[in-house]
């Protein structure tokens, strides 16, 4: 294989790994403010047992997730050197954001979330819950920002000519604020939460079959599947006002998810099916006007079709097809079992049900690979572009990398990042399997961190 095709499977192999870890953490994140706002409420020492067990999931994750992330930035200056120069102006902005109201904020609370519980005040624990997960989702803020742009650039102009050339801000809240960041944002954002969510359900209903810690895994699963239900639902409408933003802003990419050669009105929407790229042309089951009603809300709107495009400037249809598909279709899974787990958790035979429970256990799998599609869909979707209508994937390799180094690193990083994956999953089986510890459901009044310690 050429540099370039191995550059892309190298970036994009580090990613989908280091995007299994930041979506749980935002997702726990949430949860964990949820029971620890509950605990403090109601002064049920069942949610202070819930909030420290899960606090500790999500410290696994958290690490795991800082130690992937740090290649990707390496990666930058090494295989697209000739990219990060174009982009260092804009990408400099943004990334230095998140490092000053993102991770310094995730990080210097951290330590208190983890180590304070029985040194500080239960409010300004809680404080310092609510500090890490707004820090996790601001780390989300300003890489969907820095992605967002490179699928919708605005507030920029290019400084210079040929290989020197640059982009250099203009207005840096039109970069922040670009056409496709706020509900590219709220999309992802959901999608963590739904990561978070579906982890807390799996691991209660599995607590549930094996009927170990069970009021513990009751209370977590009532959290769990009704944040599941809010943020899967929420999903499906940031994923529609996404659609239509692609619509406007990107409709190749929508051509190829689509499937939709020809520019046409009362395009149907394609349920199921695939792609005929001999003969161009997409066969399966279709409803008739959906896809003008969906991009445009009119029934009859003309939805832009490949044929307005040159073929070097159309995404790879097939790859763009399936994943946008993939990810539609577990997120309509998705809200179909948090339905029916808030169901039967309303009508109280949850329990009894034990192919329900199951399916819970499985469920976590559902928001990770549908994370994983949405991405890949994303991505494949804006090419050939690097930065959308701008640079070309091929102008952003570094001009002195060789196949043979990339080839090398991407095995290395492969053995690497699978042995980071069985300490992942062993210690997080470790947790799960050690369950809740009974300490941690001592009485509130006997805890040794009153608001005012007396001496």
């Given at each position: 294989?050429?540099?370039?095709?191995?550059?892309?499977?190298?970036?994009?192999?580090?990613?989908?790994?280091?995007?299994?870890?930041?979506?749980?953490?935002?997702?726990?994140?949430?949860?964990?403010?949820?029971?620890?706002?509950?605990?403090?409420?109601?002064?049920?020492?069942?949610?202070?047992?819930?909030?420290?067990?899960?606090?500790?999931?999500?410290?696994?994750?958290?690490?795991?997730?800082?130690?992937?992330?740090?290649?990707?930035?390496?990666?930058?200056?090494?295989?697209?050197?000739?990219?990060?120069?174009?982009?260092?102006?804009?990408?400099?902005?943004?990334?230095?954001?998140?490092?000053?109201?993102?991770?310094?904020?995730?990080?210097?609370?951290?330590?208190?979330?983890?180590?304070?519980?029985?040194?500080?005040?239960?409010?300004?624990?809680?404080?310092?819950?609510?500090?890490?997960?707004?820090?996790?989702?601001?780390?989300?803020?300003?890489?969907?920002?820095?992605?967002?742009?490179?699928?919708?650039?605005?507030?920029y102009h290019i400084v210079g000519e040929g290989l020197k050339a640059r982009a250099e801000v203009t207005d840096f809240w039109q970069v922040v604020f670009n056409p496709s960041s706020v509900e590219r944002l709220l999309h992802t954002v959901c999608g963590a939460w739904c990561a978070g969510a579906f982890l807390v359900v799996s691991v209660s209903a599995w607590y549930l079959l094996k009927q170990r810690h069970v009021a513990f895994a009751r209370a977590s699963l009532k959290v769990?599947?009704?944040?599941?239900?809010?943020?899967?639902?929420?999903?499906?409408?940031?994923?529609?006002?996404?659609?239509?933003?692609?619509?406007?802003?990107?409709?190749?990419?929508?051509?190829?998810?689509?499937?939709?050669?020809?520019?046409?009105?009362?395009?149907?929407?394609?349920?199921?099916?695939?792609?005929?790229?001999?003969?161009?042309?997409?066969?399966?089951?279709?409803?008739?006007?959906?896809?003008?009603?969906?991009?445009?809300?009119?029934?009859?709107?003309?939805?832009?079709?490949?044929?307005?495009?040159?073929?070097?400037?159309?995404?790879?249809?097939?790859?763009?097809?399936?994943?946008?598909?993939?990810?539609?279709?577990?997120?309509?899974?998705?809200?179909?079992?948090?339905?029916?787990?808030?169901?039967?958790?309303?009508?109280?035979?949850?329990?009894?049900?034990?192919?329900?429970?199951?399916?819970?256990?499985?469920?976590?799998?559902?928001?990770?690979?549908?994370?994983?599609?949405?991405?890949?869909?994303?991505?494949?979707?804006?090419?050939?572009?690097?930065?959308?209508?701008?640079?070309?994937?091929?102008?952003?390799?570094?001009?002195?990398?060789?196949?043979?180094?990339?080839?090398?690193?991407?095995?290395?990083?492969?053995?690497?990042?699978?042995?980071?994956?069985?300490?992942?999953?062993?210690?997080?089986?470790?947790?799960?399997?050690?369950?809740?510890?009974?300490?941690?459901?001592?009485?509130?009044?006997?805890?040794?961190?009153?608001?005012?310690?007396?001496?």
């Amino acid at each position: 294989m050429d540099v370039l095709t191995l550059s892309r499977i190298q970036f994009g192999a580090t990613i989908a790994f280091h995007y299994l870890y930041p979506p749980l953490s935002i997702g726990l994140g949430l949860i964990l403010v949820i029971m620890e706002g509950l605990w403090l409420k109601t002064g049920n020492d069942l949610y202070h047992q819930m909030a420290r067990f899960w606090t500790r999931v999500f410290a696994l994750t958290f690490a795991i997730g800082v130690a992937t992330g740090i290649v990707m930035e390496f990666e930058f200056g090494t295989n697209w050197a000739s990219y990060s120069r174009f982009v260092g102006d804009v990408f400099g902005s943004a990334l230095a954001a998140e490092g000053i109201f993102a991770f310094f904020l995730e990080s210097g609370f951290l330590a208190v979330l983890l180590f304070g519980w029985e040194k500080v005040g239960r409010k300004l624990h809680f404080f310092s819950t609510c500090m890490v997960a707004l820090g996790a989702h601001f780390s989300a803020v300003w890489i969907v920002v820095a992605n967002s742009w490179m699928q919708t650039p605005a507030g920029y102009h290019i400084v210079g000519e040929g290989l020197k050339a640059r982009a250099e801000v203009t207005d840096f809240w039109q970069v922040v604020f670009n056409p496709s960041s706020v509900e590219r944002l709220l999309h992802t954002v959901c999608g963590a939460w739904c990561a978070g969510a579906f982890l807390v359900v799996s691991v209660s209903a599995w607590y549930l079959l094996k009927q170990r810690h069970v009021a513990f895994a009751r209370a977590s699963l009532k959290v769990g599947l009704l944040v599941a239900l809010g943020a899967s639902l929420l999903q499906g409408f940031t994923g529609h006002v996404s659609a239509q933003g692609v619509a406007k802003n990107q409709p190749a990419k929508l051509a190829a998810f689509e499937g939709l050669y020809q520019t046409t009105s009362n395009a149907p929407l394609v349920i199921a099916g695939w792609v005929d790229e001999k003969n161009e042309r997409t066969v399966g089951l279709t409803m008739p006007y959906l896809l003008s009603f969906l991009a445009h809300n009119d029934f009859h709107a003309p939805v832009t079709g490949l044929d307005a495009f040159k073929p070097a400037d159309r995404p790879p249809v097939t790859a763009s097809f399936i994943f946008f598909h993939g990810m539609v279709g577990i997120g309509f899974a998705l809200i179909g079992v948090a339905l029916l787990g808030v169901w039967c958790l309303y009508r109280g035979n949850l329990n009894q049900s034990r192919w329900l429970l199951w399916l819970l256990v499985f469920s976590v799998l559902g928001p990770q690979l549908a994370n994983q599609l949405g991405w890949f869909a994303a991505e494949v979707g804006r090419q050939p572009w690097l930065v959308y209508g701008v640079m070309r994937t091929p102008e952003g390799l570094s001009a002195v990398v060789k196949a043979n180094v990339v080839l090398t690193s991407l095995i290395l990083f492969t053995v690497i990042y699978f042995l980071l994956f069985s300490v992942f999953v062993f210690l997080l089986n470790d947790k799960i399997q050690h369950g809740p510890d009974d300490a941690d459901l001592t009485p509130a009044g006997k805890l040794a961190w009153p608001e005012h310690k007396t001496h």
